[in-house]
């Protein structure tokens, strides 16, 4: 599946996996000459629930706490659309956060697929947050992968 922690490319560089359960994996790519890649992958065994996506947005405050510059990578091509309660939390964990997202996320694309619902949502969260980054929202895992680098 593609955004898995790519193969490295020095020593320097690795790739961690930060979370893993049947809804979704979080890796953050470090240590090479570019910025640090955080990448989560929705999986499809099952929908993102409340309680996965509070431990992805803690790994993400970790990541911010931190005060380094990084790039994001949403890959949601075999999401299922989450409830919006899900949705909610995101945006509120967003709002909150704006500063620091604007300061500090580079970069970010948002890898979908042909689902109209879970479009309208992706569309809605990124409108209402405004990221002041450059963002991508394409069905092209390729195109997301070269706007990255």
Do not use: Y
């Amino acid at each position: 599946m593609l955004w898995l922690c790519m193969a490295t490319v020095a020593v320097t560089t690795g790739c961690r996996e930060l979370h893993v359960s049947r809804a979704a994996r979080v890796t953050i790519t470090e240590g090479g000459p570019d910025l640090p890649h955080l990448r989560l992958v929705a999986l499809a065994d099952e929908t993102i629930d409340g309680e996965t996506i509070q431990q992805i947005l803690d790994l993400t405050d970790e990541l911010l706490d931190k005060g380094e510059q990084f790039k994001s990578t949403w890959d949601l091509r075999v999401c299922r659309v989450p409830g919006m309660l899900v949705v909610a939390r995101c945006v509120k964990w967003a709002l909150s956060r704006k500063a620091k997202l604007d300061a500090l996320n580079q970069r970010m694309a948002v890898c979908m697929p042909d689902k109209p619902a879970l479009l309208t949502i992706v569309r809605l969260v990124l409108k209402v947050f405004g990221p002041v980054c450059p963002v991508l929202v394409s069905k092209d895992g390729s195109e997301c992968e070269t706007f990255m680098n």
